[in-house]
């Protein structure tokens, strides 16, 4: 008799366990995980992946760690400057202006575009010096594959979880 009614609790603690977890999390029960929750696992999943594909020891792994958070902080100043700018051209579109503002927003448009790529030559240098020229390229696809990952996933503050526009969080596995 005791061992059935421990079989029923085992059981049913299984079955409630999941539902139980999302809740703890923070989720309805059976809800999906949301951007917030899965970029965290992108991402360690991503250096796992990098770790491994790239065939880096420690020594190598922290390299290339601090060249990516060093580029990384350089590139993050970028987007507001280039939100902002893209204000300032659709103010520009709106109102009547002077030809003369047109050619400056031009111009600011192509310094920000050089310094995004002068950034991009530079980290691309460095990641040659640390890991040559097949493994900047595998590195490169991987990125790639990270970036379109956390896209699926929408934009920050989305609360509806992955799938939800026919995408999905992680590629068909191979």
Do not use: C, W
């Not at 792994?61 to 987007?79: C, D, Q």
């Amino acid at each position: 008799m005791i061992r059935f009614f421990l079989a029923v609790v085992v059981v049913a603690a299984a079955l409630l366990l999941p539902n139980h977890q999302g809740a703890a999390q923070g989720r309805a029960p059976g809800a999906q995980p949301g951007r917030e929750e899965m970029v965290p696992r992108i991402r360690a999943r991503f250096q796992a992946r990098l770790a491994e594909e790239l065939e880096l020891d420690r020594e190598e792994r922290e390299s290339l760690g601090n060249v990516l958070t060093e580029f990384g902080e350089a590139r993050k100043e970028l987007p507001p400057r280039r939100r902002a700018l893209g204000a300032e051209i659709r103010e520009f579109m709106l109102g009547d202006q002077p030809e003369d503002r047109a050619m400056e927003l031009i111009e600011e448009l192509r310094a920000l575009r050089q310094q995004e790529a002068d950034l991009l030559i530079e980290e691309e240098n460095r990641l040659l010096e640390e890991l040559g020229p097949s493994r900047v390229l595998r590195l490169q696809s991987l990125r790639g594959q990270f970036r379109n990952q956390v896209q699926r996933l929408g934009p920050p503050g989305r609360r509806d979880g992955p799938g939800r526009r026919g995408g999905r969080a992680f590629p068909p596995a191979r």
